[in-house]
């Protein structure tokens, strides 16, 4: 854990990285009753936390989304951009002050075309984070499920059906879960677009289980 707190920042997805496993450890802590120095480490992940929210403001792009470093202008590495939506959501809902860039990237991505983007992966976790913010798009969730179910990998699948649970439309999740393993799909994944692993999209199978 003091590895992961002392992690240095760098571009975003190591921003990212470094603070969204945190938004959790103070949970684990506190099942923990013998970690030292234990409210030292719930001060510092605190503090990290917030730090990581402040220094995602320097990655923000005019349009509202995020660059893949501090103050660059060109256009977003999209993966990371939505890992770092991903993040803030999260950390608005866990309590931690977020600023308005948060309202600013939900309005950019809620106005982006649902099936433009590098990697039907991309298209796919976009609308789960919406609707893990309270904004979901059932047409968009309807429009990918409908005409481009077979160009899913089965982790793109589960996240789908996430969306749907998330968004309320639980016949549809159950539907769409029943129809699904916990195999990982190896032949689709675009682990290098999107920063993965096989035990990242173990992670991910989980998420979408316990949901």
Not at 19 to 30: E, H
Not at 64 to 73: A, D, K, L, T, V
Not at 155 to 182: F, P
Not at 186 to 197: A, E, I, L, Q, V
Request: with cysteine.
């Amino acid at each position: 854990l003091s590895w992961l707190i002392a992690y240095p920042y760098g571009c975003i997805e190591q921003t990212v990285s470094t603070v969204f496993p945190q938004l959790y450890l103070k949970d684990i802590l506190s099942a923990a009753p013998d970690v030292k120095d234990k409210m030292w480490l719930e001060r510092t992940i605190d503090d990290r936390i917030n730090a990581g929210i402040h220094r995602l403001s320097r990655f923000m792009l005019p349009e509202g989304s995020f660059s893949y470093w501090p103050g660059e202008r060109s256009s977003a590495s999209m993966w990371s951009n939505l890992y770092a939506g991903h993040f803030l959501v999260e950390a608005r809902r866990l309590g931690y002050p977020v600023p308005s860039m948060l309202d600013t990237w939900l309005t950019h991505e809620t106005g982006l075309n649902p099936t433009v983007g590098d990697s039907w992966r991309i298209n796919v976790y976009r609308q789960y984070i919406l609707a893990l913010a309270g904004q979901p798009n059932l047409s968009a969730l309807n429009l990918i499920r409908e005409n481009h179910w077979k160009e899913l990998s089965n982790q793109d699948r589960w996240m789908l059906a996430g969306a749907y649970q998330l968004s309320g439309a639980r016949e549809i999740a159950e539907d769409l879960r029943k129809s699904l393993t916990l195999a990982i799909d190896r032949d689709k994944t675009t682990w290098r677009s999107c920063f993965g692993s096989a035990v990242g999209d173990q992670g991910l199978l989980l998420t979408m289980v316990v949901l």
